[in-house]
């Protein structure tokens, strides 16, 4: 696997395991608040590595699945204004639906045919 790759299932990864957690942390406490830190930083991370991963195809290397990274490095963006000015439900709500989008991309990632199912399942 290139370092791209390993750095980017890495990250998203360990998003997906601190993100579970800060969703059941007691919400505002010190802990809920520098565990948030360290998901915001693996999802950029994370999202940010997809960018080096271009073996899907599409145009000039890129695919629709890039798009969700865009919105992942915005949404992340939005959340922390949103906390930083005291607007608690739209921080919820960006950061849950971040949240849902790692999900989903990490259910993608297990179509027969990627790199990750086949390193996973064999095949």
């Known amino acids: 696997m290139s370092p791209q790759i390993i750095i980017h299932l890495y990250a998203a990864i360990a998003a997906l395991i601190v993100g579970i957690t800060v969703l059941f942390l007691r919400k505002g406490t010190v802990l809920h608040r520098s565990l948030g830190r360290v998901w915001v930083v693996v999802m950029f991370v994370a999202a940010g590595s997809s960018f080096w991963i271009q073996e899907i195809g599409g145009i000039a290397g890129f695919s ?3 798009l969700l990274s865009v919105w992942t490095l915005f949404s992340l963006g939005y959340a922390v204004y949103f906390i930083r000015n005291g607007r608690v439900t739209e921080h ?10 790692l999900t989903i991309a990490g259910l993608l990632a297990l179509f027969p045919g990627r790199r990750l199912a086949t390193l996973i399942f064999g095949g």
């Not at 919820?92 to 989008?101: C, E, I, N, P, Y």
């Open 64 to 66: 629709w699945i890039h």
């Open 92 to 101: 919820r709500k960006a950061m849950v639906s971040t949240f849902l989008g």
